[in-house]
Antibody, heavy 120, light 108 residues
Framework: EVQLVESGGGLVQPGGSLRLSCAASGFTFSSYAMHWVRQAPGKGLEYVSAISSNGDNTYYANSVKGRFTISRDNSKSTLYLQMGSLRAEDTAVYYC?????????????WGQGTLVTVSS | AIRMTQSPSSLSASTGDRVTITCRASQGISSSLAWYQQKPGKAPKLLIYAASTLQSGVPSRFSGSGSGTDFTLTISCLQSEDFATYYCQQYYSYPPFTFGPGTKVDIK
């Protein structure tokens, strides 16, 4: 079964840092681009970041550029999102998602999400 | 970046109703559009990709159509488990893979 499991969320103070992980199983992780999408409480989906299958290419939304870093460890089938200089507006559920066909298509599946709360 | 809009933002319907949701792209995206369903507290679930291809396991009462800039998601006979929020997403011009703002379908 293809599965994505996020972890690492929690409460962090403004200006702090957090690293999210997304453990993948059931497929050849190294063959797929991966994505992070977030959803603020009561709001819609916001695309955050992407990384190519080999990690050579990355993308960041303007809202997180310079503060977040996406990475992957294909030997561990794990995706990461290093989050720094966190702001209240970064409070959201963060989902990792697999590119359906490998590179830049629709997303399937999604993980269950991990909640990040930025507050003092 | 391509902007996606959806209408309506919410609707109330009854079980058995036919429901149509519209998604519009700010520029042509061919058929590079997906639809997702999200229930409260859950992750989005893929329903349709390539504008009209039903994901495996998704009930046939769901259908999608359109190309270019205008797309629709139709639920032919609304069931109780279909009350949720629906999002469209373009993957024609990437990144970013922009999402629509969502359409909430609730019980009348």
């Amino acid at each position: 079964e293809v599965q994505l499991v996020e972890s690492g969320g929690g409460l962090v103070q403004p200006g702090g840092s957090l690293r999210l992980s997304c453990a993948a199983s059931g497929f050849t992780f190294s063959s797929y681009a991966m994505h992070w999408v977030r959803q603020a409480p009561g709001k819609g989906l916001e695309y955050v970041s992407a990384i190519s299958s080999n990690g050579d290419n990355t993308y960041y939304a303007n809202s997180v550029k310079g503060r977040f870093t996406i990475s992957r460890d294909n030997s561990k089938s794990t995706l990461y999102l290093q989050m720094g200089s966190l702001r209240a507006e970064d409070t959201a559920v963060y989902y990792c998602a697999r590119d359906a066909l490998g590179a830049y298509n629709w997303f399937d599946p999604w993980g269950q999400g991990t909640l990040v709360t930025v507050s003092s | 970046a391509i902007r996606m809009t959806q209408s309506p933002s919410s609707l109330s319907a009854s079980t058995g109703d036919r429901v149509t949701i519209t998604c519009r792209a700010s520029q042509g995206i061919s058929s590079s559009l997906a639809w997702y369903q999200q229930k409260p507290g859950k992750a989005p679930k893929l329903l349709i990709y390539a504008a009209s291809t039903l994901q495996s396991g998704v009930p046939s009462r769901f259908s999608g159509s359109g190309s270019g800039t205008d797309f629709t998601l139709t639920i032919s006979c609304l069931q109780s488990e279909d009350f949720a929020t629906y999002y469209c997403q373009q993957y024609y011009s990437y990144p970013p893979f922009t999402f629509g703002p969502g359409t909430k379908v609730d019980i009348k």
